[in-house]
C-alpha cells in the first residue's frame, strides 16, 4: 500500500507538468492576449488625439500587434515586460513552472492581487456550494439507489425514477432562474435572499443567528445545484446493488438464515460501493470549480468558478494557469484518496497487487 501511494504521488509530477504545458501552448495560441487588450485600449484613446493633430505621429507597424499602429515601439516594450512577454513563449512556461514548484502563482495582470488571495478569497463560496451539494446528493442517492435495488420493478421504483429523469434533464441555471421567480421576490414569493452567503449585518447577529442566516443564502443555490446530481449517482448505486444481489455468496448467506438488513448492510454493502466511491473524486470536481458556474452567476455567488471564467475573458494568465494547476492537483490528490478509500470499505484489496 505504501509503495503504491508514492508511486502515486510521483505520477503527479508529470501528470500535472503535462497538463499544464498543454494548456500553455493551447492559451498562446488564442488570439487577444493581454499586451493586445492593453495596446487595444491605449489605441483607443489615442484615436481621439490623432484625429486633432494629424497623422503626425510615430507608427510601430514591426510590433507584431494589431491595434499597435500609432504607439511609440518603447511603450509596447514597456508593455510587454510588464506582463512578461519579453521573453519567447517556451522561457515563460519554465519560469512560470520554476515559480510554481515554490507555490509562487504570480499576481493578477488585472486585480492587482496576488493570485493565491484571490483563490483564498473566493475558495469559500465555492466550497460552501460544493460541499453541501456533495453532502446532499450523497445522502439521498445512496439509500434511494438501495431502495430501489431492493424494490426493482415495484411502483416506487418507477415513479422515483421518472421524478429522477425529469430532475436530471433540467438544466441547473433554469431552475435557478425558476427558484427566483418563485422564492425570491421574482414575481411570487420573496422568502430568499438573492445575493451573496451572508446578510450585511451578519457581524451583529449571534452565533446561531449567523448560522440560520447563511443556510438561508445558500438555500437556493444549493438545490439548483443538486437538482441534476441525482440520477447517476442513484441509479448507479442501484445497478451495483442489483450486480451483487444474485451472486453466490448472497445467496449463502441467505441459506444461513441471516436477517436481509444484515445481508445487505453487512455483506452487499462494501462490494456495491466500490464503484460508487470511485465516482466522487468526478462529483466533487464538478460541483466545486465547474458544475456551479453558472449558479455562481445567478445568484451572485463570487467563487472560484466566476473567477476562472472571468479571468479567462480578460485573458489574465496568472490567475488561469494558477487555477488550473490548483483545481489539476486537488483532482488528483481527490482521485488518490478514493483509492486509498477502497481500503476502508474492502480491506479484502491489496494495492500491492498492481505494482506486478
Do not use: C
Not at 84 to 101: C, I, Q, S, T, W
Not at 200 to 212: D, G, Q, R, S, V
Not at 231 to 259: H, M, P
Not at 284 to 296: D, M, R, S
Amino acid at each position: 500500500m505504501a509503495n503504491y501511494i508514492l508511486r502515486r504521488l510521483l505520477l503527479i509530477i508529470p501528470t500535472l507538468f503535462g497538463i499544464m504545458l498543454l494548456n500553455f501552448v493551447i492559451v498562446q495560441a488564442a488570439p487577444g492576449g493581454p499586451v493586445e487588450q492593453t495596446l487595444a485600449q491605449l489605441q483607443g484613446m489615442e484615436t481621439g488625439v490623432q484625429g486633432q493633430l494629424g497623422s503626425a505621429g510615430e507608427t510601430s507597424s514591426g510590433s507584431g500587434y494589431r491595434g499597435s499602429e500609432g504607439l511609440h515601439p518603447d511603450l509596447i516594450e514597456r508593455i510587454e515586460k510588464l506582463y512578461g512577454f519579453d521573453k519567447p513563449a517556451h522561457e515563460r512556461f519554465f519560469l512560470m513552472v520554476g515559480n510554481y514548484l515554490t507555490l509562487d502563482f504570480g499576481e493578477s495582470f488585472f486585480r492587482d492581487r496576488s493570485v493565491v488571495g484571490l483563490i483564498i478569497e473566493k475558495m469559500p463560496v465555492s466550497i460552501s456550494l460544493g460541499l453541501w451539494s456533495t453532502l446532499i446528493i450523497y445522502l439521498v442517492s445512496i439509500p434511494l439507489g438501495v431502495k430501489k435495488a431492493v424494490h426493482d420493478g415495484s411502483r416506487f421504483d418507477v415513479w422515483t425514477s421518472s421524478v429522477i429523469i425529469i430532475g436530471y434533464a433540467i438544466p441547473g441555471f433554469l431552475f435557478a432562474i425558476l427558484l427566483i421567480v418563485l422564492f425570491a421576490g421574482g414575481s411570487y414569493l420573496d422568502w430568499f435572499p438573492l445575493r451573496g452567503l451572508t446578510s450585511p449585518n451578519f457581524e451583529a447577529l449571534t452565533w446561531y443567528e449567523k448560522i440560520a442566516d447563511y443556510f438561508w443564502h445558500l438555500a437556493l443555490p444549493v438545490t439548483a445545484n443538486v437538482i441534476g446530481g441525482f440520477a447517476t449517482l442513484t441509479f448507479l448505486t442501484k445497478n451495483s446493488f442489483l450486480d451483487e444481489i444474485g451472486k453466490q455468496y448472497v445467496v449463502t448467506a441467505r441459506a444461513k438464515g441471516l436477517e436481509e438488513r444484515r445481508v445487505l448492510y453487512g455483506h452487499i454493502f462494501r462490494n456495491a460501493m466500490l464503484i460508487v466511491i470511485a465516482s466522487l473524486p468526478t462529483l466533487l470536481i464538478q460541483l466545486f470549480f465547474t458544475g456551479a458556474l453558472l449558479i455562481e452567476v445567478i445568484f451572485s455567488l463570487d467563487g472560484l468558478g466566476l473567477l476562472g471564467f472571468e479571468a479567462a475573458l480578460n485573458r489574465d494568465y496568472p490567475v488561469v494557469f494558477g487555477t488550473l494547476f490548483i483545481f489539476t492537483l486537488l483532482g488528483l490528490a481527490l482521485k488518490l484518496i478514493s483509492d486509498m478509500t477502497y481500503v476502508l470499505v474492502d480491506p479484502r484489496i491489496d494495492f500491492a497487487s498492481r505494482e506486478h
